[in-house]
């Protein structure tokens, strides 16, 4: 199937074609023919499976008939970041760029004044975070009774952070004759409710195991002892063929602190996370997408949805508390077909996290020892390339447990250095009464 089998417009196609693509991804030759046919729809697909220009290009084709009026958006797309959103927004002008639409991206941490300008010119399209599109409607610089087609993203994500309730807010203040579309990487319980509860009839489409890792990505776990942590991620650095990675932490004062160390050791790294400012935050992920960092660690903020072409690793400094976090942190590499490898640092504390994760993903890890030779790295000088055939580091073997303890014979070097060294937590040394 191509894009020209999908029935979208002559001007949509040209600039699809002008992306280079061809054939639209599973997800798209799903979901577009459902929305064409104005349909709701709820898409079920992990990240970067083009989740975004399967809703987007019929969206272009849907209102490229009509004119928005003063402070009265056609149609609205909630996200859950500000990342995302602009994302989206970049998705809308490059597929519209032959159709006359208006767009505006509400966000935080950005000027609301100029949001309001382009909202009194009227807005085809409306891409926002929930805070600050409900915070201009409640001082009435917005109305939302002309919305024909409503787009919530990345569902289970705006679950995690608590946005249900603002979402059921906004639904309520839409017209109930409109298409509703939602798309989410998996369906918890509190998910298949709303869709209940806002879709009409929906056409559910899914393209792959909800919460299951891409096969593109080559998954990796070294026992370390928390002090530790800094050292081996220096060691797998220095032995993988890292083009560039995200680096992922689970607290965002570690993010900053790792961004430092290894800026100390003369890597190009930069931090990003939630704390910061707006504008430093579009800055240094433009950095990081133009290639001129190669490492970005970060929280949470960034795991979810942010496209940045032929990443080739990501590197879990922290075991992510949830497992869903797991799957769509490693799913910033081995996009769109490319082969990544996808590395996890645990501690003796992370042992119900790491069975949560292996759970869920139907694999238990066999532990990579760092004194013997790395797994041989995909090349990611040529990513499109078919994954190699896995080495015995790689296969599916149930590891045994490690205590704490051993751990710590196996990778402290006595003679290392880093911010943890004077911590020691409850675990690294248990009192022997307890034992």
């Known amino acids: 199937m191509t894009f020209e089998d999908l029935g979208l417009s002559p001007e949509t196609l040209k600039a699809v074609n002008e992306r280079g693509y061809k054939e639209p991804t599973p997800i798209q030759a799903k979901a577009i023919p459902a929305i064409q046919m104005t349909r709701d729809v709820v898409g079920l697909a992990q990240t970067g499976t083009g989740k975004t220009a399967s809703f987007t290009l019929p969206m272009i084709d849907a209102l490229s008939g009509g004119r928005a009026k003063m402070r009265m958006p056609r149609s609205l797309v909630l996200e859950p970041t500000r990342e995302l959103a602009a994302q989206v927004a970049e998705n809308f002008e490059v597929y519209g760029k032959y159709h006359k639409l208006n767009k505006a991206l509400l966000v935080g941490g950005e000027s609301m004044g100029e949001q309001m300008k382009l909202l009194e010119q009227g807005v085809d399209v409306l891409i926002a975070t929930p805070g600050r599109l409900l915070d201009l409607f409640e001082r009435g610089h917005i109305l939302l009774n002309d919305i024909k087609i409503l787009v919530i993203d ?15 807010k906004i639904v309520s203040l839409i017209p109930p004759m409109r298409q509703t579309l939602l798309f989410s990487a998996t369906m918890p319980p ?64 570690d993010v900053d ?67 869903d976090d797991y799957v769509h942190r490693i799913g910033r590499t081995g996009r769109a077909g490319n082969t990544g490898r996808a590395w996890m640092m645990t501690t003796a504390r992370d042992e119900k996290f790491l069975s949560a994760i292996q759970q869920l993903i139907k694999k238990e890890f066999d532990p990579v020892d760092l004194k013997q030779k790395t797994p041989s790295s995909s090349s990611s000088k040529s990513p499109q390339k078919t994954p190699e055939k896995k080495t015995q580091t790689d296969k599916a073997v149930k590891p045994s447990k490690v205590k704490e303890k051993a751990s710590q014979k196996k990778y402290n070097d006595p003679n290392s250095s880093n911010e943890y060294d004077d911590a020691q937590g409850f675990g690294d040394d248990i009192p022997s009464f307890l034992k």
């Open 257 to 323: 602190i790792v961004a430092k160390w290894l800026k100390g050791k003369g890597y190009e790294a930069e931090p990003l996370h939630g704390d910061m400012a707006q504008s430093k935050r579009t800055e240094t992920l433009q950095k990081f997408k133009d290639d001129k960092i190669k490492l970005l660690v970060c929280s949470d903020v960034a795991a979810r949805g942010i496209d940045v072409n032929n990443v080739s690793h990501v590197f879990n400094y922290d075991v992510p508390m949830t497992p």
């Open 154 to 168: 990345e569902a289970d994500r705006m679950m995690d952070m608590g946005f249900i309730p603002d979402i059921e």
């Open 190 to 253: 509190e998910i298949k409710k709303l869709t209940e509860k806002f879709l009409s009839n929906p056409k559910e489409v899914s393209v792959a195991a909800a919460a299951s890792p891409a096969e593109t990505v080559e998954q990796f776990l070294v026992h370390v002892s928390p002090k530790d942590k800094n050292n081996t991620l220096d060691i797998i650095l220095k032995r993988e063929d890292v083009r560039n990675a995200f680096i992922f932490c689970n607290r965002k004062k």
